[in-house]
């Protein structure tokens, strides 16, 4: 069997970016366990009303990443990923909605602090957390640990946000 065929480990990342001049941008990037693109989605910007805010008050944020642009992210990949990070704590709600696989935030050690215990908190292997669902923990080290050769885990969110800018400045030139 040809190996595109065959199932690649990959890990997700998931993003999202604003500007206040073109809205919110959600990018995903999936990368094998050397810490390579497998594949890259982002959003068209969405630029929600005013309206919209006021109707979806303190919710607002959390409706706008998981309800409008991670979905439409996840289901334009096209290799699964054995976890999902990201430096959202609103993407962390998408496990307890049915999604099958772990989720994670990429927490430093002064944001684990703040947000929680130790209990839900896997280490990565260079620096940080990843904040999990509890009981997931296990499966999580588990993962983790097929992908050493990836060393900075929150790298990857640096890298969609820097593509997301680069598509913006792109836009922005050729509407001007």
Known sequence: ?????????????LTVAQSDSL????GYLLLNSQG???????????????????LYGRTFRSH????????????????PPLLLCTDLEELLGFEGAGIEIPVGQILDGSSLQA???????????SAGFLRVFPG?????RSIIDQ????????EPLMRIREAIREAQSHAVLRAA
């Open 23 to 26: 809205g919110w941008t959600g």
């Open 147 to 154: 992908f050493r050769d990836l060393v900075d885990w929150s």
């Open 115 to 125: 947000t929680c215990d130790q209990a839900c908190a896997v280490p990565l292997p």
């Open 136 to 140: 997931r923990e296990d499966q999580v």
């Open 36 to 54: 390579r693109p497998l594949e890259f989605h982002c959003t068209l910007p969405v630029r929600p009303s005013r309206a919209h805010e006021i």
């Open 64 to 79: 706008l990443i998981q309800d409008v642009l991670a979905p439409p992210l996840l289901r334009q990949g096209k290799t």
């Open 1 to 13: 069997m040809p190996q595109s065929h065959l199932a690649v480990p990959a890990v997700g990342f």
